[in-house]
């Protein structure tokens, strides 16, 4: 499956390859240097640490680079009176009896933590353009699913402020 973008998370996955490559990268050989210097590389942590690193941000940029060529890019414009990308929705989970707030986003921004959704997820994939007042079946797996009633959408703005995952 294709990873879906917005032009917001393709600049903001641009910048992390470009600091990546420009200081983390220059840091990271500096630091191989400075402990193959110490001298015997057969007990020497300090160098196996450095190697680590360096190779971790290596994976990182080759992971980014290939999701940018492999992605699908997504607008995030919707009509004002239903569920888009980064709208934030308030959404009322009938069994329960509870309400919850969630922003809809990429599936490489969702972060659980802060209540941000992906698009891709149960939840997001089932309320995504739907309208305030409908009531939404959620569907888990074969044998389970839950309604949600669309209290409120509420059409945010991405500032950019939000890191991307890291995997």
């Known amino acids: 499956m ?9 600049k903001r996955i641009e910048d992390e390859i470009e600091y990546r490559k ?14 193959r210097a110490q001298g015997d590389l057969s007990e ?8 680590k690193d360096k190779n971790q941000n290596e994976s990182r940029i080759r992971y980014l680079e290939r999701m940018l060529r492999t992605s699908e890019i997504v607008s995030e414009k919707s009509r004002d009176d239903e569920v888009g990308i980064n709208n934030t929705v ?9 309400e919850e707030t969630y922003k809809l ?3 490489v921004r969702g972060n659980s933590l802060k209540n941000y959704i992906s698009t891709e ?10 309208k305030a007042g409908e009531t939404v079946h959620i569907k888990v797996n074969d044998q389970y699913g839950y309604d949600v009633v669309i209290r409120a959408i509420e ?5 950019g402020t939000d890191r991307l995952r890291s995997y």
Request: hydrophobic content about 40%; cysteine-free.
């Open 2 to 10: 294709r990873n879906q973008l917005t032009k917001q998370d393709v």
């Open 22 to 35: 420009l200081v983390v990268r220059k840091n990271a050989i500096e630091a191989v240097k400075e402990a």
């Open 44 to 51: 020497n942590f300090e160098y196996y640490a450095a190697k």
């Open 90 to 98: 308030t959404l009322y989970f009938v069994e329960d009896d509870e």
């Open 105 to 107: 986003v990429t599936s």
């Open 121 to 130: 997820s149960p939840i997001g994939a089932a309320i995504l353009g739907h």
């Open 155 to 159: 059409n945010t703005v991405d500032d």
